[in-house]
C-alpha cells in the first residue's frame, strides 16, 4: 500500500537547516495497522505530513497506492488525497456543525447528491456508535465523542488508508482503549489500512501489526510486530514488552527468553535445571498478546553450580523448545 524511499525532509530555519525526517524507508502492506512510535519530536508527524502530500519532501519517494506522490500533479494529486482519511489528536471538527453535518462535509465537498449523503452518514454514525448523537454539535459531545465523529468523517468517502496522528492522546486510559478498539474493528471491517502516529507504546501494543520505531529523523527498527518481538536485539521488543533491565543481573550474565505460542507449552525452566543442571533466576519478564499472538519475554540469570554456564548446550536446548533466547 505504501512504499517509502530514503525519503528526507530539511526545514530551512533562522537557526540553519533543521532534518526533520533522514532518509526513512519504510514498507506500510494492504489492509494493515501500522504503527509509527516515537518521542516528541522524533520526525512523525513530519513523515505522516510527507505520506499524506502536505508536505513535499527534500528528497525520497512516496508511492501510495501505486502512485508516486512526489511528482505527480495538483489534479492527481488531489483525486490520490481523497483516497486517504485522516483524524487528529484535537479532532478538528467544525464547531458550527453538527456531527452528520462534520461527517457529510467531505461528500458535499466530493459533490455527493444529498439523498446519498444521508444514507452515507447515517450508516457512518451507526458504525462509530453516534446514532443518537446527529444532531448534537461538537461542543455537547465528549473527547471520545468527537474523536467518532472524527472518525466516522474521515472514513465518509471510502479511504484505502486512515492516518491518525496522536488520536487518543487528548483522551483517558479507557476511552483510548475504545477508540482503538474501533479502529481495530473497522479495520477488520472494510479492510481499510492504518497507519497510526503515537508516542505510547500501549497503543501499538493494543491493535498494530507492525510499527516503525523513530528516533532523531529516523526509523531504527521497523517490521511486522510478532516478528519483532522475536528478535532477541530487538529494541521495539525491549520497549513493547519489558523484560527488566539488564543491570537488575550485578554479574551482568542475564539473557532474554522468547516465548510464542509454539514454545510456551514445553517446561523450559525446569528443564535447564534439570537437564542441563543450571540454576536459574528470574529477574523480569512480561507476557502480552501482541498482533494476535501470545507473546513472552523473560530475563533470567543462570549460573552452574560448579562449573561454567555451556552456552552452547543452552543455545541448542532453547532452540529445540522453540524459544529465543539472546545471551
Ligand atoms: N515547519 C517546521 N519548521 C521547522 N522545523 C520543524 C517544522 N516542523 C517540524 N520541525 C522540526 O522537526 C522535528 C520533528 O518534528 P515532528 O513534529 O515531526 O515530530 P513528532 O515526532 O511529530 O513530535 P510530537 O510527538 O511532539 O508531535 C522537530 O525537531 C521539529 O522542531
Ligand atoms: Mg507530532
Excluded at 468527537?146 to 466516522?152: E, W, Y
Excluded at 498478546?289 to 554456564?309: C, E, K, N
Aim: aromatic residues 2%.
Amino acid at each position: 500500500m505504501i512504499t517509502v524511499s530514503n525519503l528526507t525532509k530539511v526545514y530551512p530555519t533562522a537557526r540553519g537547516p533543521v532534518t526533520a525526517v533522514n532518509n526513512v524507508s519504510l514498507k506500510v502492506a494492504d489492509g494493515e495497522i501500522f504503527g509509527i512510535l516515537g518521542r516528541s519530536g522524533a520526525g512523525k508527524t513530519t513523515l505522516m505530513r510527507c505520506l499524506t502530500a502536505l508536505e513535499r519532501p527534500t528528497s525520497g519517494s512516496v508511492m501510495v497506492a501505486g502512485h508516486e506522490l512526489t511528482t505527480l500533479n495538483s489534479l492527481t494529486l488531489r483525486q490520490v488525497r481523497h483516497r486517504m482519511g485522516m483524524i487528529f489528536q484535537h479532532f478538528n471538527l467544525m464547531a458550527g456543525r453538527t456531527a452528520a453535518g462534520n461527517v457529510s462535509f467531505p461528500l458535499e465537498i466530493q459533490g455527493v447528491p444529498a439523498e446519498k449523503r444521508h444514507a452515507r452518514v447515517a450508516e457512518l454514525l451507526e458504525m462509530v456508535g453516534l446514532s443518537d448523537r446527529w444532531d448534537n454539535h461538537p461542543a455537547q459531545l465528549s473527547g471520545g465523542q468527537k474523536q467518532r465523529v472524527g472518525i466516522a468523517r474521515a472514513l465518509a468517502a471510502h479511504p484505502d488508508v486512515l492516518f491518525c496522528d496522536e488520536a487518543t492522546s487528548a483522551l483517558d486510559p479507557s476511552t483510548t482503549e475504545q477508540i482503538l478498539d474501533l479502529v481495530k474493528s473497522i479495520n477488520e471491517a472494510t479492510g481499510v489500512t492504518v497507519v497510526l502516529i503515537t508516542h505510547e507504546s500501549e497503543v501499538v501494543r493494543r491493535i498494530c501489526d507492525s510499527a516503525a520505531l523513530m528516533a532523531d529523523g529516523t526509523v531504527v527498527e521497523s517490521g511486522p510486530l510478532a516478528e519483532r518481538m522475536t528478535d532477541p536485539g530487538s529494541q521495539l521488543a525491549d520497549i513493547l514488552l519489558p523484560a527488566g533491565d539488564p543491570s537488575l543481573d550485578p554479574a551482568g550474565r542475564s539473557i532474554v527468553l522468547t516465548f510464542t505460542e509454539s514454545g510456551t507449552s514445553e517446561p523450559v525452566i525446569s528443564g535447564l535445571t534439570r537437564d542441563l543442571d543450571l540454576d536459574v533466576s528470574i529477574l523480569g519478564g512480561a507476557i502480552e498478546s501482541i498482533a494476535g499472538r501470545q507473546i513472552g519475554r523473560l530475563r533470567v540469570s543462570l549460573s552452574h553450580p560448579t562449573g561454567m554456564v555451556d552456552e552452547g548446550a543452552v543455545r541448542r536446548y532453547l532452540a529445540q523448545r522453540g524459544v529465543g533466547v539472546h545471551l
